[in-house]
């Protein structure tokens, strides 16, 4: 959903008090947000970024969370018939893969500092897989953050990989996951960037090593096409519509 930055809840609930107290506190804003009569299938793929910053103002929720809210629950109520779309054809990005991701990074919020990962996995023309998480640490550049959701896009590719091999598919070419951020991925690809990249965590460098061992490969794409925007940030309601139908999601 393209929520609008100007509700402002790119933040914490521990620092955000600004606005009059919502007439919520009735109904919580968590329980509304998570109301199975609405918050079918689909909130968790192309709505899921912004239930999760909901979310987070349950204990103390202002005028401002509220209207996000119900603004949620129209787009939820307006999209209910929306369901991931299968095809037995292929795509030219998918190719002989069995499925293949895009990673991406929001940036740090404006108030934990804290960047948010996110990945969807596509075969069949459809999402198979998605994740949109708060990284548990600060990234000091954008570079960092990308680095990060990248790793975190490795291990569900990996882990997707054995599933279908248990399956009896297997995936013969390392699997294809596409990134928008050049530094990151040079950084995966080189392991002589070792002055700008020897604070981050050994953990996520978990990406370099599978790239070399050619289990994955890592493709550049620009943001417009990058389908994991839409897990990360806010979108304009054009681009929130391009990336649901990369999602593979159509009215019934």
Do not use: C
């Amino acid at each position: 959903m393209p929520l609008r930055l100007v509700y402002g809840l790119e933040g914490s609930p521990h620092f955000v008090r600004r606005g009059k107290p919502s007439n919520m506190h009735h109904l919580s804003l968590g329980h509304a947000l998570s109301n199975k009569a609405l918050g079918i299938f689909v909130v968790e793929v192309h709505d899921s970024r912004h239930v999760q910053i909901g979310d987070a103002f349950t204990v103390n929720p202002t005028k401002v969370h509220e209207l996000a809210a119900k603004r949620i629950l129209r787009y939820l109520a307006g999209t209910k018939d929306y369901g991931i779309t299968y095809r037995k054809q292929t795509t030219d990005l998918q190719g002989e893969n069995l499925f293949y991701g895009y990673a991406d990074a929001g940036y740090g919020n404006q108030e934990e500092y804290r960047s948010t990962s996110g990945y969807a996995f596509i075969s069949g023309g459809g999402a198979i897989t998605w994740g949109s998480r708060k990284q548990i640490s600060i990234a000091l550049s954008s570079t960092e953050a990308e680095y990060v959701a990248l790793s975190e896009a490795m291990r569900e590719a990996l882990w997707l990989k054995s599933l279908y091999e248990e399956l009896g598919f297997i995936q013969k070419d390392p699997v294809l996951v596409l990134g928008d951020n050049d530094g990151s991925i040079a950084m995966a690809k080189n392991p002589q960037f070792h002055k700008r990249s020897k604070h981050i965590a050994i953990r996520w460098h978990f990406v370099r090593e599978k790239y070399h061992e050619k289990a994955i490969e890592i493709i550049d794409v620009r943001d417009p096409q990058n389908t994991a925007d839409i897990l990360t940030k806010a979108l304009t309601p054009d681009v929130h519509s391009r990336h649901t139908t990369g999602l593979g999601l159509h009215s019934a």
